[in-house]
């Protein structure tokens, strides 16, 4: 168990819906990631957060957002879905905000199906 | 365009036999390099980073290593519970930074 928290493990849901998901991170971890996992995209890192503030940004959609709140959980703000959003989204966390230097320790990933 | 390729995609392998994963990077502006083992249905767990060519890290039955190109995940006399899929992701920064994974090999080993 890494100490982080992802809520809910599974996720069923329409196209055009939209979609939250919640990740708690470790005790005393400042940085938030989040994480696509996908059969034929692989893992791709979508967006970084560090105290409250956008650290790092990759390949995450306009139709995605996420934001790091002051007790320093992390929601992932998933729209207008399509089918090809269908995958495992996982967050991860670390204390510092460099990401050559710091360990992520990842959570065990929401599971979204779109149908 | 910043690329991560790992071979072979699949590995499966006898109980003490030994063997290497490669991943091999085109980038600029390499920052770090990691490795993660991934169990099915579960997230990655960290298992080194690497910085320069000519680094080397161990743990355990593994060693990575690190040269301008590629990098090099040894695996030593092999147990089952060294079963996993491998990743390999690579840190650059230009303008920001960019994170890019490799698609992994997967290791079965045979009791």
């Known amino acids: 168990d890494s100490g982080v928290t992802q809520t809910p493990k599974h996720l069923i849901t329409a196209t055009g819906q939209r979609v939250t998901l919640r990740c708690s991170p470790r005790?005393?971890?400042?940085?938030v990631y989040w994480y696509q996992q996908s059969l034929d995209q692989g893992l791709q890192f979508l967006i970084q957060y560090y105290n409250g503030e956008e650290r790092a940004k990759g390949n995450i959609l306009e139709r995605f957002s996420a934001q790091q709140f002051p007790d320093l959980h992390s929601e992932l703000n998933l729209s207008s879905l399509e089918l090809g959003d269908s995958a495992l989204y996982f967050c991860?966390?670390?204390?510092?905000?460099?990401?050559?230097?710091?360990?992520?320790?990842f959570g065990p990933g929401t599971r979204l199906t779109v149908l | 365009e910043d690329q991560v390729t790992q071979s072979p995609e699949a590995l499966r392998l006898q109980e003490g036999e030994s063997s290497s994963l490669n991943c091999s990077y085109t980038?600029?502006?390499?920052?770090?390099l990691f490795w993660y083992r991934q169990d099915p249905g579960k997230g990655p767990e960290f298992l080194f980073t690497l910085y320069s060519a000519g680094e080397e890290k161990e743990k355990e039955r593994l060693k990575a290593t690190l040269t301008k190109k590629e990098s090099f995940l040894h695996i030593t006399a092999p147990k089952p519970e060294d079963s996993a899929t491998y990743l390999c992701?690579?840190?650059?920064?230009?303008?920001?930074?960019?994170?890019?994974f490799g698609a992994g090999t997967t290791v079965t080993v045979r009791a």
């Open positions: 991860a966390s670390s204390v510092g905000g460099d990401l050559a230097y710091n360990e992520q320790f």
């Open positions: 992701a690579v840190l650059t920064f230009s303008n920001d930074y960019k994170l890019s």
């Open positions: 980038v600029s502006g390499l920052r770090g």
């Open positions: 005790s005393g971890d400042l940085s």
